[in-house]
């Protein structure tokens, strides 16, 4: 990452001056839209728009140059057509200008010519210090009334607010902006990042970080530019300081590259989304799907406080809007407080006797304002309660206004420090309700379902912060020289991919737990290392052409005795000379059989751009189709891995489903932890499958049964 000074970057969020080059007279042109969001949104510092053809736009004299103004410039944002945005920047470092942002679009999102000109900004940013936002963006706000700048030329300047956004699409950051704007909801500042030539999100997160305005961040991203320099900064911004914000994220688009071409079940499967899924989970960073989702838990970070646990009181007058909270809130991971026999005891005096207290505590139908003080009070003093979503469903007979009253007097007069989330449902206009439980920073949600949802990310993050921390396991019953000779043996042999005995050798010298095998030739040697071994056995082809050996015929199971040996032996290379006529064959791998167990796959994926990549899922011949596999960064604390096997959807399978004994989860784990520590040390190695790693039931270990290992 390109590194630049906090007062650099303070120069592009809270300059002391602007010129905007490209300011213009003509109507509807961007260049004369940013120059009056600049005038027009109050800003504090002294602007210059800059053109030569121009006396003056807007009023304001115009220079004919950036060199021309007879002041020091702190930023300059740039609306010039992209083939002359080069030589203004050039103007722009000879003249000191400390920030640019580029909002001209025609560079690299237009192919080779305009990649070429975009290289040609990112040196002359570059050889100025410049640091330099865009190419092709929307621009910056800052709130900030000591700032009060909206350099973009999206419409309007956002509310005052305490939520950042950064926005990789500038379209997206329009609809973004003016869904904000509707709702009502203030940003501290606004970032459109554009092509990022110069300036990424992790830039930005390092100074919003330090960013006293700002308590939560939100993300739309296309790409990471360093996802392991994002997730050292993302981990940290959201749980490691004293201040912790958190970070949402929508990401869209653009997966890996390469990922087709990939030979091994790891290397397919990493080119997908679930990368994104596993960096955001292991840096804390809460992901959504939609700008709805986006705004509707950033409210909740920005204006209540983090619930300390996950047991809610739902407070509702119509029974169905409690059922769908409940369902929300149960499938997000929320659990419906049990009230202590006070509170229940105070909830029966409150309401109508003929009502069974409970949570969902329904205050049915029956028009009671007053309701909503005394049972939000109760609940809130109950502590068994974590946090409370309250719901009104419109009735002709109570006024949404009076309701809202209620809820802020209970939530004020008690002294709350939990999370109070509404859903004031008006047929027409809940607007002046909404008012009112904005005085407390009460945020209101049209549906109870998103209430729930929100509340459930509040929960997760909670988690998060209060994660235990652990360390990354260390092996030291290691024999890495042996490892690494077995990778140069094969270097020297001019083979990328290790042949089967040599993948087992190099995982069993990392103390992985390995079935018994021998590599033969012939049918005789083959029944003596079957006596070695002992029946039953297994006999798989051994051949650098032939990478999914089941498919061939080139894996016999179950073997039994001398002469089902000689059968399969002789029956497994007819197979595969049928079916791959012209595979080179080195020998017969044979191998011990086992009986029963769960299949799982354990991978390793080093990605140009991530680094080493751990997969974990359930595993056999269906991992394409079936998709049930997590990733995280290598290496991984202990702690990551057992939330790593916890988070397939399969993991039932492996706890024990329909009478069946649990399987054993620890020897997952300690397979892990060794593969992230050969991760880190087997740099060579960038695609690794143990497919399938068998696990058996629980106390009985795992075994490794197939290995492919590819190395650079
Ligand atoms: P490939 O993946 O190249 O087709 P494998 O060695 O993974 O070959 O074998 C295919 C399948 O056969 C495995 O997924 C597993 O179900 C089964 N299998 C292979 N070896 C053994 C063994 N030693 N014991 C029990 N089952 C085995
Ligand atoms: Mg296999």
């Given at each position: 990452m390109t590194a630049h000074t906090r007062e650099t970057l303070k120069a592009l969020f809270a300059p002391k001056s602007v010129a905007v080059i490209g300011?213009?007279?003509?109507?509807?042109s961007l260049g004369r839209v940013v120059f009056k969001n600049i005038i027009f949104s109050g800003y504090t510092g002294v602007v210059y728009p800059v053109n030569p053809k121009a006396h003056s736009i807007l009023g304001v004299k115009a220079y004919p140059s950036v060199v021309d103004i007879p002041d020091e410039i702190d930023l300059a944002v740039i609306i010039v057509p992209a083939v002359a945005v080069a030589s203004v920047l050039d103007e722009c470092g000879r003249k000191g200008v400390r920030a640019a942002v580029i909002i001209s679009a025609g560079f690299k999102e237009i192919g080779e010519e305009g990649a070429r000109r975009e290289a040609e900004l990112q040196q002359i940013a570059q050889r100025y210090g410049i640091a330099m936002l865009g190419p092709n963006c929307l621009g910056i706000i800052n709130t900030d009334p000591s700032v009060s700048l909206n350099a973009t030329f999206a419409p309007g300047m956002p509310r005052q607010g305490n939520i950042a956004f950064i926005s990789q699409s500038g379209a997206l950051g329009v609809a973004a902006l003016e869904y904000a704007q509707r709702q009502k909801i203030g940003l501290s500042k606004f970032v459109s990042i554009g092509n990022k030539a110069d300036l990424h999100e992790n830039h930005l997160l390092e100074y919003l970080k330090d960013d006293p305005l700002t308590d939560v961040v939100l993300l739309y991203v296309e790409d990471l530019e360093d996802p392991q320099g994002f997730h050292r900064l993302a981990t940290e911004i959201t749980s490691e300081r004293p201040k912790k914000i958190p970070i949402l994220a929508i990401k869209s688009g653009r997966t890996l590259e390469g990922a087709k071409a990939a030979t091994s079940h790891t290397g397919a499967l990493a080119g997908s989304d679930e990368v994104y899924d596993s960096v955001f989970m292991q840096s804390g960073v809460l992901r959504v799907e939609t700008i709805e989702e986006l705004f509707d838990y950033a409210v909740a970070f920005a204006q209540q406080p983090l619930p300390k646990g996950n047991r809610i009181a739902i407070v509702t007058n119509a029974g169905g809007a409690g059922i769908l909270a409940t369902d929300a809130a149960v499938r997000y991971g929320l659990q419906l407080a049990s009230f202590t026999p006070e509170t229940a005891q105070k909830l029966r005096e409150l309401l109508p006797p003929t009502v069974n207290v409970a949570n969902p505590v329904d205050m049915t139908g029956e028009p009671n304002e007053q309701r909503y003080d005394t049972i939000v009070r109760t609940v809130l003093a109950d502590p068994n309660v974590d946090g409370v979503i309250v719901i009104a469903a419109p009735h002709i007979l109570m006024s949404l206004e009076n309701i809202a009253r209620n809820i802020v007097r209970a939530v004020q007069e008690t002294h709350s420090d939990k999370p109070v989330l509404a859903c004031l449902m008006a047929v027409t206009d809940a607007r002046p309700a909404i008012e009112i439980l904005e005085t407390i920073n009460i945020p209101n949600y049209s549906f109870p379902e998103r209430a729930a949802r929100a509340l459930a990310a509040m929960a997760r993050y909670r988690d998060w912060v209060h994660r235990p921390r652990t360390e990354y396991r260390i092996f030291r019953d290691i024999q890495i020289e042996r490892a690494r000779e077995l990778i140069a043996q094969a270097k020297r042999d001019g083979r990328r991919v290790l042949l089967e005995p040599e993948a087992h050798d190099l995982l069993k010298a990392y103390g992985f737990p390995m079935l018994k095998y021998r590599l033969v030739r012939t049918e005789d040697e083959g029944l003596h290392a079957a006596h070695e071994i002992g029946y039953p056995v297994v006999l798989k082809i051994v051949s650098p052409d032939i990478v999914h050996k089941f498919d061939v015929g080139g894996v016999k199971l179950n073997i039994q005795n001398d002469t089902e040996l000689r059968e399969s032996f002789r029956q497994m290379l007819t197979d595969v000379t049928r079916t791959k006529p012209n595979a080179r064959i080195v020998g017969v791998f044979v191998q011990e059989f086992i009986k029963g167990g769960k299949e799982t796959i354990l991978g390793l994926k080093r990605d140009p751009l991530f680094g080493p990549l751990l997969m974990f899922g359930l595993g056999g011949i269906y991992v394409e189709a079936l998709r049930d596999v997590t990733f995280r960064l290598a290496p991984v604390r202990e702690l990551g891995i057992q939330r790593m096997i916890r988070q397939i959807r399969g993991f039932k399978i492996l706890e024990g489903f329909r009478g069946e004994p649990p399987s054993d989860i620890d020897a997952i784990a300690e397979c892990l932890a060794r593969l992230s520590q050969l991760a880190t040390q087997m740099e060579e190695i960038v695609e690794l499958d143990i497919n399938p790693l068998i696990v058996l039931e629980k106390g009985h270990g795992a075994r490794v049964v197939d290995a492919r290992i590819v190395v650079a």
């Open positions: 300011a213009s007279t003509k109507p509807d």
